[in-house]
């Protein structure tokens, strides 16, 4: 156990806590694929919502048609004032075309349009379904520091399961990458982006007006977008990251479509962007090495702490990891983001509609 401070409030899981916090006045996104849908996690994480009673739960579900009504149907049975967009909804999927806003749907894309009707509650708080985990701790946890003058709060975790260190993409990509940059650059959107000890964790909490600024990238880069703007709508003063002990998360294999190497890209595109957004101007033509080098350092920090555990650890697959990564390592290439929905030509009203519209249709 460790009580450091980084430099953004670091909250510590020093007794176990529940602490208190306004679950009252936050709704809580959950964005679903169908493959969660009546899971063992996901099963978990709503019946422990249940016991957390926040003001409305926005599932933001991806599903086809044949499976959407089956998930309404299980989602159904929790006693959780719900509001259901079913994301693949032809309803839905007018209104965002109709608003010029048609492009590339993934994860990023569901926690959007969530975002913009969870954001008519006081607090947001988004997390994901499939954490074996959960606890009932979570919301109110990321939720206390928003409670006490912050504007936006992350989770962060352990990632050891099966006698192995997990949590390749963040341990592997994200930290050393932030590694190089902050060896070369001496900003502060880098000094922010390696506060975060879980930096890609899919959970965090933030007040109505910081939801309603994020841009939000459609697919994996998700996380480390909602990084840099936060940056600039809360900065170091009004962030905090909170302990959420240690969680089980599905595991994705290096290569396939959905796999950590397509990941890589897309996170690597929203980290480029961020820091080049905060006035930093890599040299392309050396991050790569320096990226390797970083990485190189710290699979051998790995190895001893996983050493030190008893924990089985492959030190080549790591690199040969290390390596596919490095593809990734390059501009950023063209921006997709969401707008903010501040600024959105959509309206949550019309987002709810159309989900109401979709989900009549189908059930």
């Given amino acids: 156990m460790e009580y450091v401070q980084e430099r953004v409030a670091t909250l ?43 003001d409305r739960v926005v599932v ?45 749907r993934g994860k990023g894309r569901d926690v959007w349009l969530a975002l913009g009707v969870a954001a008519r509650s006081e607090y947001v708080v988004v997390h994901d379904a499939d954490t074996k985990t959960y606890s009932k701790r979570h919301v109110p ?8 003058g912050r504007s936006f709060s992350k989770g962060y975790y352990a990632r050891v399961e ?74 170091v003063a009004g962030t905090a990251q909170v302990d959420l002990g240690k969680h089980e998360h599905d595991h994705r294999a290096v290569s396939g479509p959905s796999g950590l190497s397509t990941m890589s890209q897309q996170v690597g595109a929203a980290l480029l ?16 090495n320096r990226y390797r080098e970083a990485a190189a350092t710290l699979v051998d920090g790995y190895a001893l702490d996983a050493a030190f ?12 990891q290390v390596e596919t990564y490095a593809d990734a390592v390059a501009p950023p290439g063209e921006d997709t983001r969401l707008p903010a929905w501040s600024e959105a030509p959509l309206s949550a009203d019309e987002v709810v509609a159309a989900a109401e519209r979709d989900l009549e249709a189908i059930r």
């Fill in 141 to 148: 946890r990321l939720l206390f520091p928003l409670d006490h």
């Fill in 309 to 320: 555990n008893g924990l089985s650890y492959d030190a080549a697959d790591e690199r040969e």
């Fill in 60 to 104: 933001a579900l991806r599903a086809d048609e044949a499976t959407a009504p089956r998930v309404v149907d299980w989602l159904d049975r929790f006693d959780l004032a719900l509001d259901v967009l079913w994301c693949d909804g032809p309803e839905v999927n007018e209104a965002v075309d109709a608003a010029g806003l048609d492009g590339e």
């Fill in 273 to 288: 962007r961020v820091v080049e957004e905060g006035g930093v101007a890599p040299d392309y033509g050396t991050l790569s």
């Fill in 162 to 235: 099966n006698d192995r260190l997990y949590g390749r993409l963040f341990r592997l990509f994200y930290a050393p990458l932030v590694r190089a940059l902050a060896d070369a650059h001496d900003a502060p959107v880098v000094e922010y982006l390696g506060a975060f000890r879980y930096a890609l964790a899919g959970e965090f909490a933030a007040t109505c007006e910081v939801a309603r600024s994020l841009r939000v990238q459609r697919g994996w880069g998700l996380e480390v977008g909602t990084l840099g703007d936060a940056f600039d709508a809360a900065g």
């Fill in 12 to 54: 510590h899981d020093f007794t176990d806590p529940v602490p208190d916090a306004p679950t009252d006045r936050a709704a809580v996104v959950v964005p679903m694929t169908e493959r969660d849908h009546a899971s063992l996690a996901a099963e978990r994480v709503f019946t422990a919502l249940e016991r957390v009673g926040p």
